[in-house]
């Protein structure tokens, strides 16, 4: 039978597999004998016994748990509910449910895909997994092959270890035997400690080299794998330098068949299907390794994968010895049901309400909102600052880093020691705010100060969230420089730093990151492709957004940045940004905002008295605004009057859509 490419570049990593990387997930254990079930089943399971009792908490998990392309407005492919997430903030209140997860090792043994694993460790392949169970060390231990494990805890390990394991363990593991959570191994997948490491494991320094090594000069084979770890594997997988094949099999019914690659952009397909796999296989398409994409039944690709399984290692005698486990991963699950519901583990439903606090915060939900804390019976009401009033005048006197101290003063002596996480968002909120103020002021040293402490404190709380946002200020504070007549290099720095701040905003997802980042990028690109690029993301994102600021402000410059460029607008941009101005009637410039895209839409129509009309217009908004906000709209008006006296016509411009 003649192979295609994909059939041979699988055999051909087979053959070899001292030079294979296998990166396994969680569908290579869920087969029967092993029975591991997946994340989305047990994630149902959590939310249910979260919520018994408490109908409202129900109706806000149901709301958290949609997926991403059922969401209105929809917030790109990583806005859902993570089943770390929920384990984290659950394992907060109640650290005893990952005793009960645990014990979902005991009730199973090694598969069929496990038995193959094994097979490769033997001939000296070395494997990356998100898993916790220990099926791949029990099939290792059965054949008698050596298998050395190193497992990504609380601490980096050391590179050596890295170079000589032939299993890795990126999210934590249970222990085999009882206790099966222990302190040195427990689980890691939380987005509190993604959030230490960084995106894509950036602060794990020489470990990180070692893992980018294993993925892109090994052939890699991804199985039984989501990809949906936005935060750590996927960026992984994302920076390495790939130099040899990849080939990533997905499940399906009937015999293996290759899928061709879709070119799709994360920032501006308009697609709410994708997949992060399918974006991820997108983006490397165009590499100088193309990968394979295969789908197909797990007999299929077993069947061609051990082709050249030497004899005697097939286990067949030791499978027959696997007797009286639960025959389904549905068995299990009843098992673990009946652990959760058997009153051993409860949550009040006041835990169980700031537990979908903390859900909806994390996904950059309300993060505006100050709340203090999981622990503790008490109000959550905030005490005043003892020495508010002084901050305060301290900011408007232009003293931000005085007002700074004292404020982060204040936060220590008010938290309780063990629970830094209580008003993690505040103090992220507010330090953000002070940067605006020492920015305003002219303060770039104090701004700078700012932004370091910001990125401090979002690791030392563990607030995901507040990452994109400390390199979103990061990139202004370095065109704020680049402005003052800095370095050269502060331009292109402030490029890089606003680009990685969005790829880090669209997985949280902080929508409002990404549109501001883009603004600004706008203003600093002068590649017209990339320009282009970055144009059509902002019209799409600003599409993601509800009525706010972000969105006001992101309309606006679609319509400036057309006009400017000698594009036509698209009508429905201006009337959306007319939409939004009627919705925020407590953004008092929106009327200026509104009145100066009207005049750009008069410049583009090359009609002097249009353009006379809509200035007049202006003038009149200006004059009934807050003196402090009319400084930039009388800039544009004066820009307007003195292009309308030196060149009243312009040429007529082409629409980009």
């Known amino acids: 039978m003649k192979r295609t490419s994909a059939e041979l570049t699988l055999r051909r990593a087979c053959r070899s597999p001292s030079s294979t990387t296998l990166l396994v997930g969680a569908g290579v254990s869920v087969d029967s004998p092993s029975n591991v079930p997946l994340a989305a089943p047990i994630l149902d399971l959590l939310c249910e016994w979260l919520s018994r009792g408490a109908p ?86 059965r054949m008698g092959v050596s298998c050395t494990t190193v497992v990504l805890a609380r601490h980096a390990p050391p590179v050596a270890a890295l170079r000589d394991a032939q299993l890795i363990k990126l ?33 794990l320094g020489p470990a990180r080299d070692e893992l980018l090594r294993m993925i892109g000069d090994r052939t890699l084979i991804v199985c039984g794998y989501s990809g949906s770890d936005s935060f750590d594997v996927m960026p992984l997988l994302e920076d390495a330098d790939r130099h040899a094949a990849l080939v990533w099999y997905e499940w399906a019914r009937g015999p293996l068949r290759q899928v061709e690659a879709v070119q799709t952009d994360a920032l501006t397909t308009r697609r709410t299907t994708a997949s992060m796999s399918e974006l991820f296989l997108a983006s490397i398409g165009e590499t100088r390794v193309r990968p394979v994409h295969i789908r197909g039944s797990a007999t299929a690709f077993l069947r061609l994968a051990t082709e050249s399984t030497p004899a005697g290692s097939d286990p067949a005698e030791i499978r027959r010895s696997d007797a009286g486990i639960p025959q389904s991963a549905g068995e299990v699950l009843d098992k673990l049901r009946a652990r959760l519901f058997s009153g051993d583990l409860r949550l009040r439903p006041t835990e169980a309400r700031a537990v979908v606090r903390r859900l909806r915060l994390s996904q950059g939900v309300d993060i505006d909102d100050i709340y203090v804390g999981l622990k503790g019976s008490r109000s959550a009401a905030v005490r005043p600052m003892r020495q508010q009033a002084d901050v305060v005048a301290a900011l408007d006197d232009g003293r931000v880093r005085w007002a700074t101290a004292q404020f982060l003063a204040e936060i220590e002596r008010a938290e309780e020691p063990d629970d830094r996480v209580a008003q993690a968002e505040t103090v992220t909120s507010i330090l953000a705010e002070m940067f605006w103020f020492a920015i305003r002021n002219g303060q770039c040293r104090t701004a700078e100060f700012l932004v370091n402490r910001l990125t401090t404190e979002a690791q030392r709380r563990g607030v995901l969230w507040a990452y994109p946002e400390a390199l979103y200020l990061r990139g202004n504070l370095l065109h704020e420089l680049w402005l003052r007549g800095g370095a050269p290099f502060r331009f292109s720095q402030a490029k890089l730093v606003l ?81 939004t101005v009627r919705r925020c ?34 003038d009149r908004v200006v004059d009934r605004l807050h003196p402090k906000l009319r400084a930039p709209f009388a800039r544009e008006a004066e820009e307007f009057r003195s292009h309308l006296n030196g060149n009243p016509h312009r040429r007529r411009v082409r629409s980009l859509y």
């Open 56 to 141: 409202d908490v129900r109706a806000a998990l149901d709301d958290l748990r949609q997926p991403a392309r059922a969401r209105k407005p929809y917030r790109g492919p990583y806005a859902t509910l993570r089943f770390e997430l929920l384990l984290e903030w659950i394992t907060y209140v109640e650290p005893r449910i990952l005793d009960a997860l645990a014990t979902t090792v005991q009730w199973g043994s090694p598969n069929r895909w496990h038995w193959w694993i094994a097979d490769m460790v033997s001939r000296g392949a070395q494997v990356l997994t998100t898993n916790f169970d220990t099926r791949i060390e029990d099939a290792c231990r």
């Open 499 to 579: 680009e990685r701040a969005i790829r880090y905003a669209m997985r949280v997802p902080r929508v409002d990151i990404v549109i501001d980042a883009l603004r600004l990028l706008l203003y600093i690109e002068r590649d017209p492709v990339k320009w282009r690029r970055l144009l059509l993301a902002l019209r799409v994102w600003s599409q993601r957004v509800e009525d706010s600021e972000e969105k006001l402000l992101a309309l606006f410059d679609l319509v400036r940045h057309h006009v400017t460029l000698g594009l036509r607008p698209p009508k429905q941009v201006f009337g959306e940004l007319s939409r």
């Open 171 to 203: 999210h934590g593991s249970f222990a085999d035997r009882r206790p099966f959570v222990r302190p040195s191994t427990a689980p890691v997948a939380t987005l509190r400690q993604m959030s230490r490491w960084g995106l894509g494991y950036e602060r």
């Open 585 to 618: 009637p407590h953004l008092t410039s929106g009327r200026g905002y509104l009145a100066t895209a009207n005049c750009y839409l008069a410049l583009a129509t090359s009609s002097s008295a249009v353009l006379r009309r809509a200035l007049r217009n202006l």
